[in-house]
DNA sequence: ATCACTTGTGGGAGCGCTCCCACAGTACCT
DNA sequence: AGGTACTGTGGGAGCGCTCCCACAAGTGAT
């Protein structure tokens, strides 16, 4: 009689049958107590519960996952190689605060990198197959197809910055802009006159929001606005030396520089560092992340800070919300979709 | 008559029966075909290959899981908090070699942590639901329970340090014996006297023989071999900082240091040149790991390779026989289970 | 012509769940 | 007394696969 069902079975695990057996219910009533209903009464769930951890039941995924037709997974999709994923504590601060929000969830995590074509091939496969109910989505460039290629395939997505100010998917973002603002503001409040900027990859939203504070701080405080004080980089620490090398060619006169991340910070650092000049005497740095290469430094670095764990909540919230709304004709409210939390500037002895 | 079927469907996904028909075969035969099956004509098989283009289709994971009884994924288990795992190359080095690996297989990789007690709660939980088919163990510790689970829970494993040299499960390791002498030999082939080590949590089987080999090679060099040399780290930056200081104040005429491991040399070097020595000049410094902490320390560090990337594939490998051999009544050969690869010495001006 | 294999194929049964319909029981109105 | 509603429960049907048995057709030895 087990002919098939001994197949490669590992000690016989018990299924929801043996447990409704033994609590003396039917499967239905026990798949309710596991499923939490409400509509079973105290003592039938008492009695199944009892069974349950007598059989020592655990549910089978694939079963549920079959019939429910859901995974119970979500993907944290990096379209990045994954050396830039290790480099930049963006990453991984926000993997931790996702991480977080999801432990009180039945939901899990997979971490999918998709810097090279061949893992996005293998990402593309990996969607149309459903194998997760939903996807985040972090550090999206701007002609990047993945979000496309998500609605088509109708899987919840949820961005982790926005594309351009009229993003479609749901998103949540730390006020790029406004946090701009603060650092370059603290710098003028400390009587710094020539405000030098290395941006972010300027293909990345966020990136150009901030120059946009930059700019506007700078404006209305009555400061000069000169685009020589602006050096494109691409978050990266190279990146960061490089332009703060270019900058200190063409403005030599500097005396701060606002980076568009602490990891280029650290470059910059280093390119002051070799040209002689002195952190904060000379010139007076502040970062973007407060990530631990801020607290690290030396100088400790003055730095934006993002509630990346709360942002990583608000992703979890909106995509969960969204995933439970694959309900029929129920198509929620576009408002609150667009999520922008507030910054902090956190200052410390490098300006 | 959808009422079932129409439930949560996204856009109506092919069937491998709706293959079936459209190829005009019996099911089976599209399975075989999709599974690789050599007892399929060749003619059949491009019929059945084109219905599948037409349509789309891609096999459903959970269908497949639930009627094969495996889940096609197998686990990456970080025993140590987050933090750790970002701040040692030795971990993200580890998982490129195992995802590439893997790159070519339909397994997919998931990678847990399980530095807390509650990780560890949430993880005996998901093997307890066998939702992958093997794991992986990184960087195991003397005492973990974690090893025993596995085997009660009859999931195959492997480990990428055995944990003493009597291991039971299958693991793959590098010469840490061997890389060790390499380090300690060429400390003395460059007229280095006075030879200390910084070791790593020395509950880790590997420290251990590092240890070994160093204590070895100085003997056979007919090299003093003195306890004040050696000091405990723990493979954190901090650790060797600490260690260091403490050396230096126990032995202020060490004119060599052998660090367990890369980050635990930047510490050293930190020390060092807070004690105003100088590396190479006053004090040679090799490290172990050859991440790229190595090539980007000032000076560039000299460390021994261990082959991670050799390492992941043979631990795949390892692990993949071993998900296959759940065959009845197969008992693999036990030999070739234990996996040691060699080192080598990568010179950089640090020594 | 018979037997013994081999090769290719179809399709039934079953994996362990969830969903939902049916129905018994109870409660509270008319 | 009958209706209407709700609560709790059992169990059939079905999710989309894989496994394996059965069997047709072909091959080659006797």
Known sequence: MASHGARGRSGGRPTLEEVAARAGVGRGTVSRVINGSPRVSDATRAAVEAAVAELGYVPNTAARALAANRTDAIALVVPEPETRFFAEPYFSDMLRGVGAALSDTQMQLLLIFAGSDRERQRLAEYLAAHRVDGVLLVSVHADDPLPDMLSQLEIPAVISGPRSAAETLASVD???????????????????????????????????????????????????????????????????????????????????????????????????????????????????????????????????????????????????????????????????RQMVLATELVGRASS
């Open 174 to 336: 730390s006020d790029n802009y406004g946090g701009a603002r603060q650092a370059v503001e603290h710098l003028i409040g400390r009587g710094r006159r020539t405000i030098a900027h290395i941006t972010g990859r300027l293909d990345v939203y966020g990136a150009q929001r901030r120059v946009d504070g930059y700019r506007d701080a700078l404006r209305d405080a009555g400061h000069e606005v000169d685009d020589l004080l602006v050096e494109p980089g691409d978050f990266s620490e190279d990146g960061g030396r490089r332009a703060m090398a270019a900058l200190l060619e063409r403005r030599p006169d500097l005396d701060a520089v606002f980076a568009a991340s602490d990891v280029t910070a650290a470059g910059a650092r280093h390119a002051l560092r070799d040209a002689g000049r002195r952190i904060p005497d000379d010139v007076a740095l502040v970062g973007y992340d407060d990530s631990a290469i801020a607290r690290h430094m030396d100088p400790p670095l003055t730095s934006v800070r993002q509630p990346i764990e709360e942002m990583g909540r608000a992703m979890i919230d909106l995509l969960l919300a969204e995933v439970a709304d694959r309900r029929p004709s129920v198509s929620r409210e576009l408002e609150r």
